[in-house]
């Protein structure tokens, strides 16, 4: 019997599992999904349930380390930007022999890992779950990726520099309302936004938002806390904990730039991971908010301007070839998946 880990981005899981043998998928003892989406777990073991109906699937909450490659012709060569501070792990079931391994091994190597009830709960501490769409489905930032800009647009930075306005910032925090809301009906402990993204992403300097603030962030009023969200991505517009060079100047940390669509190898138009996989990680989200009868008003404005862009830019480019990313999809498969698996937890 074996373990295998998925390492692709979270919208794959159901084409690499179908293209695996029966022969292998049958010998499957436990599968590890190294940077699933809320839900994944449920899609992955649904799939596998003619093979190995006793799947064991572990869901990290994302992975480790933001690693990518720099040049195309040293594909072998990479450089890690930033490590998490730290993981959740969850499994669908307690406490086994493989389970044990993978958080041994993860504090063997000096990787702070928390242990939760259910791989759902560490599937929902990924703050691209909640930021991500707010970044990169607001007409700014989706005019940058689909139709190009004559400077560089960046992901993290105030308008007009980049996309975060005080809209954006409400947007944020209506998406992680709708999120709350999901997690609340599943009976999965919410999260505390501001507090995850300080704590556990990019920190911030003590004297930029008061610790007291960033406990109770939940309990705060809708103004109060789009102003401390916008407070924090004032905060780490420098590195804050960067030393100045002599004329006064921080790292410029959020000068990260939007990708473009752009042209494949065979000449079809691609879409940035960025926004392509939020565009699943979200109607994934939104689907089961149906399944819960939950309304979800931010998700829908984010795939209807999103959708808008895809037929916008095939309407533009009339005679040249597409990949599968520009398609308008429910991802009915997958949300089928998660429907059949859906239990309280």
Partial sequence: MMCSSL????????????????????????????????????????????????????????????????????????????????????????????????VALMTQIGVPVTVVEHPLQAESRNSSLYVHPALFMNMHALKAVFQGTDVPFFVYKLFPEGPITMKCITEMRLMWQEVMHILQKMNIETLNLLKFMVKENYPLREETIDASKIEAFETLSPVEQEYLLYVRYTGILIDPFSKPDAAGKYFDFSAVPFK??????????????????????????RGI?????????????????????????QANHPNDSFSAQFKVQDFAHDIACIESQLSPH
Avoid at 72 to 100: A, C, E, M, W
């Fill in 289 to 313: 908010a149906r399944v819960l009868k939950i309304n979800t008003p931010m998700m829908d404005t984010f795939m209807y301007r999103y959708e808008a862009q895809l037929e916008a830019f």
């Fill in 7 to 102: 390492a692709c981005t979270a919208d794959a899981y159901s084409e690499v599992l179908s293209q695996i043998s029966e022969r292998v998928l049958t010998q499957l003892k436990s599968v590890v999904l190294i940077s699933p989406t809320f839900g994944s777990h449920m899609i992955v073991k649904q799939q596998l349930q003619a093979y190995q109906p006793n799947i064991e699937v572990i869901s990290f909450s994302t992975y480790l380390g933001d690693t990518g490659v720099t040049d195309v012709d040293q594909p072998h060569r990479v450089i890690t930007k930033g490590l998490k501070k730290r993981l959740y792990i969850g499994s669908t079931q307690s406490n086994t022999q493989t389970f044990q391994e993978m």
């Fill in 260 to 285: 473009h669509v752009f042209q494949n190898g065979s000449g079809e138009w691609q879409i940035p991971r960025m926004p392509s996989e939020d565009y699943y990680r979200t109607q994934i989200m």
